[in-house]
């Protein structure tokens, strides 16, 4: 079946950039999602891509795709304490059918 | 008010107990989900329908049952509840037009 994998912890100092990792198995994927999880709340979409994009940007969030490698990761340049919160990468069909979810990155954010 | 709105949000209960966990949307979405979600293992997928009379297990449907009132509601149910159920369970609605899905806050159970 489908699998997704993160590593569970990344920090930063405030002002760095923040690299998240994901890789996932299945080739069939449509979109790839980050989604962002501050605590005591649900998932909040933070971005997507389309399986046929190398790139995309938005603000302050870069996400690139290796389809190759099936590998995705996200970007956050100039990290602020806000962005503190655990960050799920996670991929879907074009059918509507589940998302697949990694375990998570707890993001943790240092003065 | 959310878009998704799940009761309760935190709950404790005893071993053996019949649970429900209610979910309700305003988005007018077709399609609903049951995640559960604990730590290190991300969200995985007790249950989804796709309409009213469309149910399907997920990857970890033992021990769970739904029902999809109405296309508004979709409710969890644990019939005898045990310590291992104990997790932050998330509902999240979809419509096939769009890539987002949208996720309620969330309903914390405790299994003692």
């Known amino acids: ?111 | 008010d959310a878009d998704v709105t799940q009761t309760p949000r935190n709950r404790i209960t005893k071993t053996g107990k019949r649970i429900m966990l209610e979910c309700s949307q305003t988005k007018g979405h077709d399609r609903m989900y049951w995640y559960r979600q604990d730590p290190g293992l991300g969200l995985r997928l007790i249950y989804y329908s796709f309409d009213v009379k469309d149910i399907n297990k997920g990857e970890i449907s033992d021990g769970y049952s739904v029902s999809r009132q109405a296309q508004a509601k979709f409710s969890l149910s644990l019939e005898s509840a045990i310590p291992n159920q104990t997790a932050l369970y998330f509902c999240a609605t979809r419509s096939t037009s769009i890539t987002e899905a949208f996720f309620g806050q969330g309903t914390r159970l405790t299994v003692v």
């Open chain 1, 1 to 111: 079946g489908e699998d997704v994998e993160q590593s569970l912890f990344l920090s930063v100092r405030e002002g760095d950039s923040s690299v998240i990792n994901c890789t996932y198995t299945d080739s069939s994927s449509t979109y790839l999602y980050w989604y962002k999880q501050e605590p005591g709340a649900g998932l909040q979409l933070l971005t997507y891509i389309f399986s046929n994009m190398d790139m995309k940007q938005d603000q302050r969030l870069t996400v690139l795709l290796n389809k190759k490698d099936k590998h995705l990761s996200l970007r956050i340049a100039d990290t602020q304490t806000g962005d503190s919160a655990i960050y799920f990468c996670a991929e879907g069909d074009n059918a509507g059918n589940m998302l697949t979810f990694g375990g998570g990155t707890r993001l943790m954010v240092k003065p």
